[in-house]
């Protein structure tokens, strides 16, 4: 906020800035808030805070606010290139006065709190000390629209658009036409504009040195918030989120920044740099607004607000291409599942997921979905719509596009759209919104072009067409010229067009449009025109056209003339004097000279009179650009480029350095240099630097006679040059004519901002200048002043577009009441004239009245190729072809002379033929030199290959055209139109010209009803079925496995314990199975009784079909309801749609596609049959001559002639062509060319001249292959007569067969004939049969067309009905879906709810047998029986598991009582008052202790039940309370759902009202028609009734059906009354029958086992499974313990053995050691002899050898105890039921060892 002592005044404030153009540094401050200069940081402090709180003030009362603001933006007018230096000095004051300024806490912003748009708005700038009004120039409208300008058209209501126009916002009224301007702030332009979702707010995004973004309220338009440092120098894309809370912004060159506000809070929430290269736009995401999509050059890019740990962030990622070539992306749109689409330069759709193309949609036969780019893409009621610079609309099936894959490798789809529009030609749409009218779909689109169009995309059969509501000029406007006259202005562009506007009240009134663009133009002065009627065009091709403008109302007015305009524009003479663009045009001040100038650098002269007559012409240095007479003379300037000056001042000086040298020698150039130096040191001043390319002369204007102004642009930019052109002299040199301006005139703030155009009030005290950055500034002069002495005030505002708006022409009006300016963006803007009168409330303009006779005045031919020829060109091709006419005579009497000779050559060749061969010349002696003819051949053969290459390009070019043609016109073609003639009639048949089937018998849409199977549906079956093949492969792979053990099994022997085995298990299968039997025999036997029980009828039952067939007889009996009728209702089989329509025309197609391909097929075969039958004719007829060649002439009957083969009956051959047919084309080409006019001669067709040479030929041969035979019959004529000299009288018997051979020539001549004849008639007759076939084909076809017509126009109707009907028909769906669940779970709660009763039922049944039980347990005469169910009885408490979860409050109300609850156990609190008296926990004496514990428990068991009981009937509740809820639920969905079909029923009643609209031909005769009036047809038949005879004859003959099925249904009735006495009558008898059977029953139960017993439970005792199978257990085990002791017996016998070997071992080694002893005691005998007999230990038995013996036998004795137990075991066995005892065990097992000594 500013402080008030900071307040500056409006003049201090514009005295301190020095140009206009300069603005404050608050502009100029970066996003970030950290500034580098202190100057900054103290403007950022003063000028960024915003609504601060302090003194009590509110902020409707705060004054400062507003004036800092004003500050901002008056100091607006700054230029883009300030100075830093500037800046910095500008920054002082706000920043001293910022430093003492107190900060203050920031307050959130008031929604009331609205800016000053006075205060905020660019205002004009004004000299200061001036007296210029600020509304010197005053807007009253603008006839221009940027057109290119992205997103420059948005609807705020109905009635209301806006679009920018330079540095206004344009606020257009659609029914009044009035415009409402909003000024810039900035004063640099505007960027872009946004409206909010709920069309309450837009945004204006201003371009400039850190522009701002002003949000305004609408309608109110006053500025709500501004949004400032939000990008550097312009915006270039704004968006609102789905709720309007956000907004999203991003910025142009150079930093491209994207921002996402909370703009009624002022501030960015998130920052980033979106992209590297330009950004065109950025949108929120519908469905999610954390997501937003940016795309532009190159590129496109996906972003997500993310949350990570330093906060909000924006993830941005970029979409890569892969495959697909990169683009530019204007178009594009985000689908609901996060996935974008796409467009693309080439025209096709890219689907992306992921951040990757998934797919790229195409149409079919790969063609582009548009041709050209797609600028924008549309979701809207769930179509997808396109708009492509082609000028087309499409509209495509949301769910084809959503659910788009790639099928291939080249990642292509082919879709075709729902339907398309074609706006118009030359059309280029750049975007579309859509207008809030209710019941319609109607929107806006803005043409590139230069028009704004109303578009009805509701594609009905009463669809409007396009609608072009405004048009304008399309790119930079090049010339404007205002009437002399009157209010009128005539403009012009490139875009082809010339355009008439009445600018007083604001109305255009013609245009023209033409081949080639505008590029000058003038109003042809009263002089020549005295009404001002005439304008003057010159046009980019060098043509310059007169056109006369008047008013059509004035002429005479014919029967049925369309609707008159305004004004008319007729082309009055055309003529070319240029090779190039015209660039300007001038009319002597007289009037009786033109001047046109161009870029051909020529200026052309014409003569004015009745027309404009060539005088000559002159060539300039370089291209003119402007042309401006003499006040006082007919010399004239054309104002050019600088290079001619500096051309002439470069060879002057070259000159003068020449001729010094040549006067002095060598010293020359040195004196040349010194004089050079000397300059330099008499003006030491800096040296004039001079541009190395001149630059540009912009405009200029006479001063006075000779002497002239001049602006230009580039380094020269700035200044007004005046200069003066030099006396005229013959004899003077052009060197000598002054190259420098004599004067000049500074302008402020031009330096890089040249006048472009410049135009004078008509008192010349008003200079107007059209700048180049789109300003205008008036210069207030003085009169009579050429040399702009005090050009110092001047007033200047900022109007057209900063960037490309560069003024391109300025002129005031005729009285200097308005003033017009063009831009170079496509605007056009009128201003009021500031004067102390003030001007008439209405003015208009008067269009001139038309000339006398000027309607029948001959349009003079137009120039409309750009290739034609120049006035100068037209010149010199006439002398060029004067010459060559001349040439040509010459040729042509050399030719004669050649052809003398040549004539005199062949005569002397023929004189050379006539002598005798011997004196003959060869043709080689004729040859003057043999070589010659040898070059002149490889002369022509080289010729003729550079021939075949020079049109090498040519054929190619032809060959695809060819190729083209046939794909366009033959591919699609199954058969051409062939038609047959009958031989001898005129009767012939034509057959279908068949094209390939439509793509309705193709393609068959998928309806709400035959939608395909989901992927999960298809994985589980598909899983399924892999499970049942791997089942299928395991079962075959084990069955092998089985069997080879099965087979290895067989050949086992089986032992007798398997044998026991499997007998006993045979004979417990056997039993089980017999029980088995028996039981499923009762089982089925209960089952069908329950089937009968199920199957009998209620009392009140009734047949189902009779019910429905009751309904129906009721609906519809008696009651043929018409579908015209109110109350009709649709029957569901007869609901129709968009696909069934689209099905039902499909084969429609394909049914009369087939009948005419059979019938092509019929017509083939016939003309097949005519070409046989023409050959067989021809052998005929050959056999016929052959057979009159021996007859006498007088004998011969007349040959038949050969039918011919017509070229329409071999349609295929004309496209058959070869050498022969070309030239003979080329010859008869050449003649016709000769015998009619040159455009005559190329009208002829290719195709037609191979058919007529083809034919002719095909002719030919049949009378070659008859000349032939002609001549081979003369032939044979002639050898007949030569035998006849030769031949003698001939005898009897020759006589004889001669005659004989006559009469048979004779028969077979009169045979060959018949034969003939027949084959003809036969022929015809086919064809006529066929023809009536064909006849009545053609009109079931008619027919057939009719229906398909009506079949077309209702599948329009429903496609239209299609969305809403969906809508309700799954509304329908859900409701039902719902109701059935619903229903579902009733039923399953009731099922619930009985399963529950069961359980209770089981429990009290429980209940009762525990007490029953207990008193069979007590007795009846036991003393402690009352004491005993007293402790049963006892209620106590018990710790439950409920308690510990905490639901113990819940169990005391188990103890309530119910009226289910049994009889035994009402007594109990009967009872209760004693329970205090007895103890329960102690048993009393002398009573039974098993009875009290009995009793004990089984009073748990009681508890336990009362629980389950008490739960039971809980879960009843819920389950109650659960079923009413949903029974509420239900009829609530059940009143929705009729509520729905209500709904579904009238949407269908609308639909067939609409249906029945639609007009049908139905063909009818007169006898048909059985409603007339007094014998006459009445006029009106619109209350008639359609009615085939066949229904009418059903309905009759079913009146006498209904009485005979009703006196068939009323004896059938009494019948069924009677048989149903009957049957009451055999079901009281069998009732009686059964109860006699029971009692017999009963009683021989009786009898036989003394009670009553349940045979079920007899028949199904079987045997106790549990002990057989312990029994074949037990067996097994036996066998297998067996088994086991065999094997360890075998192990005790090998070990014996081994035992035994090892013992034979030992045994023979003691013997071996016994000899040594033996042998040792030998010796120690011998040696205690010798030693004194010492040793005698050693004579008695040793004691190791006698406990060894000892261990042996006690072995063999255990060994023999063993084997006479095992020989009684074997005994045992052997015996049946023998009792097997273990096995004895040793009593030592480590004693039996051997090797333990």
Same mark, same amino acid.
């Given at each position: ?28 401050? $970066? ?48 230029? =883009? ?37 006075? #205060? ?128 999203? $912004? ?318 008319? *524009? ?40 009745? =027309? ?130 004599? =004067? ?68 005031? $009006? ?40 000027? #309607? ?144 309705? $018998? ?29 089942? =299928? ?96 209702? *649709? ?184 034969? *003939? /004849? ?114 049963? /009885? ?7 598991? /409920? ?133 006459? *047809? ?92 312990? /029994? ?126």
């Amino acid at each position: 906020m500013k402080e008030p002592g900071d307040q500056d005044s409006y003049g201090e404030r514009l005295d301190r800035s020095k140009s206009p153009g300069k603005r404050s540094l608050s502009s100029l401050k $970066s996003a970030s808030r950290s500034a580098v200069r202190e100057g900054n940081k103290a403007l950022e402090d003063a000028t960024d805070e915003t609504l601060t709180e302090g003194g009590g003030e509110s902020y409707l009362e705060d004054d400062d606010y507003s004036m800092e603001h004003l500050e901002g933006s008056s100091s607006s007018f700054q230029d =883009d290139y300030v100075e830093t230096i500037r800046e910095s000095q500008y920054l002082e004051a706000p920043a001293s006065a910022s430093e003492g300024a107190e900060e203050e806490v920031k307050k959130k912003i008031s929604e009331n709190f609205f800016y000053d748009y006075m #205060e905020l708005v660019l205002m004009p700038f004004v000299t200061p000390d001036s007296n210029i009004p600020l509304d010197l120039l005053t807007l009253v409208h603008s006839f221009g629209y940027d057109c290119k300008k992205r997103a420059n058209l948005q609807l705020l209501d109905s009635n209301t658009v806006m679009y920018i126009a330079g540095n206004q916002l344009i606020l257009l009224n659609l029914k009044t036409k009035e415009q409402i301007y909003l000024r810039s702030s900035s004063g640099r332009g505007i960027g872009v504009i946004g409206v909010h979702p709920d069309k309450t707010y837009f945004t204006v995004a201003e371009k400039g040195v850190f522009p701002k973004i002003i949000i305004y309220e609408y309608p109110s338009l006053r500025p709500y918030r501004i949004l400032q440092d939000g990008t550097e120098l312009a915006y270039a894309y704004v968006d609102f989120n789905y709720d309007g809370t956000l907004l999203a $912004s991003v910025g142009s060159n150079p930093d491209h920044t994207l921002i996402i506000w909370n703009w009624k809070e002022e501030q960015p929430i998130l920052k980033t740099k979106a992209f590297s290269q330009e950004v065109f736009k950025v949108t929120f995401n519908p469905e999610d607004d954390e997501q937003l999509t940016t795309a532009g050059s190159g590129h496109i890019k996906f972003w997500e607000i993310a949350l990570t740990f330093t906060g909000l962030k924006l993830q941005g990622s970029l979409g890569r291409f892969g495959k697909t070539a990169t683009t530019d992306i204007e178009g594009y749109m985000e689908l609901p599942d996060g996935k974008v689409l796409s467009g693309s330069e080439w025209g096709n759709m890219l689907l992306w997921e992921g951040g990757l193309i998934k797919v790229e949609l195409c149409r079919a036969a790969r063609k582009s979905c548009h041709q050209g780019p797609i600028n924008q893409i549309v979701l809207d009621e769930g179509e997808v719509i396109t708009i492509g610079a082609d000028g087309c609309i499409r509209i495509w099936d949301f769910e084809t596009v959503d659910t788009a894959d790639s099928i291939d490798e080249t990642g292509l789809l082919e879709i075709e759209p729902i339907n398309e529009l074609q706006v118009g030609k030359n059309v280029k749409l750049f975007s579309m919104i859509k207008m809030n009218e209710i019941g319609s779909n109607f929107w806006l689109a803005q043409d590139a072009s230069g028009a704004i169009w109303k578009l009805d995309l509701s594609f009905s059969n009463i669809t409007q067409d396009p609608d072009c509501l405004f048009s304008f000029h399309s790119g930079a406007i090049e010339a404007l010229a205002v009437s002399p006259l009157t209010y009128l202005m005539a403009t012009t562009a490139l875009d082809c067009s010339v355009r008439i506007y009445d600018f007083a009240s604001k109305t255009p009134l013609a245009q023209m449009k033409f081949k080639q663009g505008g590029t000058a133009l003038a109003w042809v002065p009263r002089l020549v025109s005295y009404n001002g009627a005439q304008i003057i065009v010159g046009f980019e091709d060098g043509v310059v056209r007169v056109l006369e403008l008047y008013d059509p109302k004035r002429l005479t007015v014919f029967a049925g003339r369309k609707k008159v305009s305004d004004a008319d *524009i007729s082309l009055k003479q055309v003529f070319k004097p240029h090779t190039a663009r015209v660039t300007a045009l001038a009319y002597e001040r007289d009037g009786e000279i033109l001047a046109t100038g161009s870029e051909d650098q020529t200026v052309f002269f014409f003569e004015v009179e009745k =027309d404009y007559k060539p005088i000559g012409y002159i060539t300039t240095p370089g291209p003119v650009c402007q042309l401006i007479w003499s006040p006082n003379s007919h010399r004239f300037i054309e104002i050019e480029k600088r290079k001619r000056l500096k051309e002439l001042k470069e060879k002057q000086k070259e000159e003068r350095r020449k001729q010094l040298a040549a006067e002095m020698g060598g010293n020359g150039e040195k004196e040349f240099h010194a004089e050079e130096e000397e300059v330099e040191a008499e003006e030491p001043l800096p040296e004039i630097f001079i541009p190395s390319t001149p630059c540009h002369i912009l405009c200029g204007f006479y001063s006075e006679p000779g002497k002239f102004w001049v602006s230009l642009g580039g380094y020269d930019a700035g200044f007004l040059y005046h200069c003066e052109f030099p006396p005229y002299d013959k004899n003077s040199a052009i060197t000598e004519m002054k190259n420098e301006p004599f =004067d000049f005139r500074s302008l402020e703030d031009t330096e890089d901002n040249p006048i472009q155009a410049i135009t004078f009030s008509i008192h010349q005290d008003l200079m107007f200048c059209g700048m180049q950055d789109g300003a205008i500034r008036v210069y207030i002069l003085s009169q009579n002043n050429p040399s702009l002495m005090n050009m110092v005030d001047y007033w200047h505002f900022n109007i057209h577009d900063n960037n490309y708006g560069c003024v391109k022409g300025i002129s005031t $009006s005729f009285d200097d009441r308005f003033l017009v300016t063009t831009g170079a963006d496509s605007n056009i803007f009128v201003f009021t004239i500031f004067s102390e009168f003030e001007l008439k409330k209405s003015i208009k303009a008067k269009v001139p009245s038309p000339r006398f006779g000027i #309607e029948a005045e001959p349009i003079p031919e137009d120039i409309e190729d750009p290739k034609s020829y120049s006035i100068e060109n037209a010149r010199r091709k006439r002398e060029h072809d004067k010459l060559m006419k001349e040439v040509e005579e010459i040729k042509a009497g050399k030719r004669e002379k050649l052809k003398a000779l040549r004539n005199e050559f062949w005569k002397l060749l023929e004189m050379n033929q006539e002598l005798p061969k011997h004196m003959q010349f060869k043709r080689t002696d004729f040859d003057v030199d043999s070589k010659i003819r040898a070059e002149i051949a490889r002369k022509t053969a080289f010729k003729i290959h550079q021939v075949e290459k020079e049109l090498a390009w040519e054929k190619e070019k032809h060959e695809l055209g060819l190729m083209k043609l046939q794909n366009r016109f033959r591919e699609s073609l199954e058969n051409d139109i062939i038609v047959v003639r009958a031989i001898q009639s005129d009767h012939k048949i034509s057959s279908y010209r068949l094209v390939k089937p439509s793509k309705y $018998s193709k393609f068959k849409r998928i309806s709400l009803t035959e939608r395909r199977t989901s992927k999960l549906e298809r994985s589980e079956k598909e899983g399924a079925g892999r499970k049942d093949s791997q089942k =299928d492969t395991g079962g075959s792979i084990s069955v092998p496995e089985e069997s080879i053990i099965e087979e290895g099994k067989k050949f086992r022997p089986k032992t007798l314990s398997e044998i026991m085995v499997e007998n006993q298990i045979e004979k417990t299968r056997k039993l089980i199975l017999k029980a088995e039997r028996a039981q499923l025999k009762i089982q089925q036997r209960k089952k069908e009784w329950e089937e009968l029980y199920k199957s009998k009828p209620q009392d009140d039952f009734e047949d189902p079909r009779d019910v429905q067939a009751i309904k129906e007889a009721q609906l519809y009996m008696g009651d043929f309801n018409l579908k015209t009728a109110p109350d009709y209702k *649709i029957p569901e089989h007869m609901r129709v749609n968009a696909a069934k329509k689209e099905e039902e025309l499909g084969h429609l197609d394909s049914m009369a596609h087939s009948k005419k391909k059979n019938m092509n097929k019929c017509i083939i075969s016939l003309r097949d049959l005519k070409v046989a039958v023409i050959e067989e004719i021809q052998c005929l007829v050959q056999e016929l001559k052959t057979i009159q060649a021996t007859l006498h002439i007088s004998k011969h009957i007349p040959i038949p002639e050969v039918p011919q083969i017509y070229p329409e009956e071999v349609p295929e051959k004309r496209f058959q062509y070869d050498e022969e047919i070309l030239l003979n084309f080329k010859q008869q080409q050449i003649q016709d060319e000769k015998s009619h006019q040159l455009e005559q001669g190329e009208s002829a067709g290719s195709a037609g001249g191979f058919l007529k040479l083809s034919s002719r030929k095909d002719g030919d041969l049949t009378t070659d292959s008859l000349s032939k035979s002609s001549k081979a019959s003369a032939s044979s004529a002639d050898t007949a007569k030569l035998s006849e000299f030769e031949k003698v009288d001939p005898i009897d018997v020759e006589l004889e067969i001669m005659k004989r051979d006559e009469i048979k020539h004779l028969y077979m001549q009169q045979y060959l004939t018949n034969r *003939i /004849k027949e084959l003809i008639v036969t022929f015809d007759a086919e064809l006529r049969l066929l023809r009536h076939q064909k006849l009545k084909l053609d009109t079931q076809m008619k027919l057939s067309d009719l229906h398909h017509v009506t079949l077309f126009q209702e599948m329009l109707l429903l496609k239209n009905f299609e969305k809403q009907e969906n809508i309700l028909q799954e509304r329908v769906n859900s409701l039902d879906k719902e109701e059935q669940d619903m229903q579902w779970k009733i039923s399953e709660t009731l099922k619930e709810m009985e399963e529950k009763k069961n359980e209770i039922a089981k429990f009290q049944d429980q209940e009762k047998a525990l007490y029953a039980g207990f008193q069979a347990a007590i007795g009846e005469n036991n003393k402690f029986a009352n004491f005993l169910m007293k402790v049963l /009885k006892k209620r106590i408490k018990r710790v439950k598991k /409920k308690e510990v979860e905490g639901d113990a409050d819940e169990d005391e109300d188990s103890d309530e009582s119910s009226e289910e609850e049994s009889s035994l156990e009402s007594g109990e609190d009967e009872s209760g008052s004693d329970d205090e008296v007895f103890d329960d926990s102690i048993c009393p004496t002398n009573c039974d202790v098993g009875l009290f514990e009995m009793a004990l428990q089984l009073r748990e068991k009681r508890l336990d039940i009362e629980e389950a009981l008490v739960e039971e009937k809980k879960s009843i509740d819920n389950l109650r309370k659960e079923h009413d809820a949903l029974s509420k639920k239900v009829k609530i969905v059940a009143t929705n759902l009729n509520a729905a079909e209500e709904a579904l029923e009238a949407y269908q009643r609308e639909k067939q009202q609409r249906l029945n609209e639609l007009m049908i031909v139905i063909p009818l005769k007169l006898h048909q028609i059985e409603h007339v009036v007094f014998g006459e *047809i009445p006029s009106d038949l619109s209350g008639t009734l359609v009615f085939s005879n066949q229904s009418l004859s059903r309905l009759q003959e079913r009146i006498t059906q209904l009485h005979e099925e009703n006196a068939k249904q009323q004896k059938l009735n009494k019948e069924c009354r009677e048989r149903r006495k009957q049957l009451i009558r055999e079901k009281r008898e069998m009732a009686k029958t059964i109860s006699k059977m029971e009692e017999t029953v009963r009683q021989l139960m009786i009898s036989k086992f003394g009670r009553v017993i349940d045979l079920e439970a007899l028949q199904t005792l079987s045997v106790n499974t549990t002990l057989e199978e312990l /029994k074949i257990r037990k067996i097994r085990k036996e066998l297998l313990n067996a088994k086991e002791m065999k094997m360890w017996e075998e192990k005790i016998a090998q070990v014996r053995w081994e035992l035994m070997m090892k013992t034979k071992e030992h045994t023979k080694k003691l013997h071996q050691m016994n000899d040594l002893c033996i042998e040792k005691k030998k010796l120690d005998s011998r040696l205690n002899t010798l030693q004194n007999q010492q040793g005698n230990a050693f004579q008695g038995p040793r004691k190791a050898d006698i406990v060894a013996k000892e261990k042996v036998a006690e072995l063999i004795q255990l060994q023999a105890e063993r084997i006479l137990a095992l020989k009684e075991e074997i005994a045992l066995l052997r015996k049946k039921g023998g009792l097997i005892l273990p096995p004895i065990q040793p009593p030592q097992e480590k004693e039996m060892n051997p090797m333990g000594l």
